[in-house]
């Protein structure tokens, strides 16, 4: 990993996860030169007072000039328009990666508009907060988290091996998978529960009660924690589930059925089938922990002690 080192890095976006991969390489000591992108003045005004990168621009063709990486940190949606805009602006062997929590789709967008002289490798940090904007990056964002590589078939091994180096500086244990095995896979781990966050807080706004601001007031830990991934960017997740359509479905179909299950054991009082229902899955929890993808605190919405490490800061904030 000790090589693994850009002369330009290019960040198309600016947002949480931009901002972290501009710190955390920085910190690393990966890039020479970060050159930022954004449409908005104002947000590129405000990486910009916050030292985030080298260079700024609101032409996204004079940010990838020259560069040997090239990051797309925006929301699906509009990543086949950015392939189309950047194409003829890459120079020979550079590298062009992306963030999205999509796979399939990315490649479809931006594959075929990509010139055969660089390389695209299409990438997935898992990892996040509710937060967005410039200011919410922090450079441990990436550390003890996973990373899926999605490299197109024929991708020279030395290629993916330089990116997968990359994400391994930032802090981050990279997988190498398949687009289509990935897209089904976040479908269940992480579409799907934002799906039902954002449905269950929306269906207790629409109560009576929360005019009379109960459930504000009585939040137990179970709805305030819906209510944090309900907070996440509605930009980002129209986007992920517009372009991961097929495999949303098949888990909420999926989804819908087991509730259908659960509902019929308690209208029937099957005290046996909803104590082996909430027991096989509170064994999910003990394993996410093992794993070191969460740290064992009884408080969801805990603070963020003085003794806290980074990496215990970047679990609490996913």
Known sequence: MSDVHFKRMALIGIGLLGSSIALAARREGVVDHIAIHTRSAETLAR?????????????????VTDADLVIVCTPVGVCEVIAKTIADHLKPGAMVTDVGSVKGSIIKQMAPHLPDHVSFIPGHPIAGTEDSGPDAGFADLFGGRWCILTPLEGEPEENVARLKGFWERLGSNVEIMDATHHDHVLA??????????????GTASDLEMVR?????????????DFTRLAASDPTMWRDVFLHNKEAALEMLGRFTEDLTALQRAIRWEDGDALFDLFSRTRSIRRSIIDAGQEIDASDFGRHIGEGESEAEKSNTRL
Not at 188 to 201: E, F, G, K, Q, R
Not at 218 to 223: K, L, P, T, V
């Open 47 to 63: 990486a910009e007072e916050l030292g985030l990168g080298d260079s700024y621009h609101q032409d996204s063709t004079e940010a």
């Open 188 to 201: 269940i781990t992480s579409h799907l529960p934002h799906l039902i966050a954002y449905n269950i807080v």
């Open 212 to 224: 009379n601001s109960e459930v504000i007031k009585y939040s137990a830990g179970g709805f305030r």
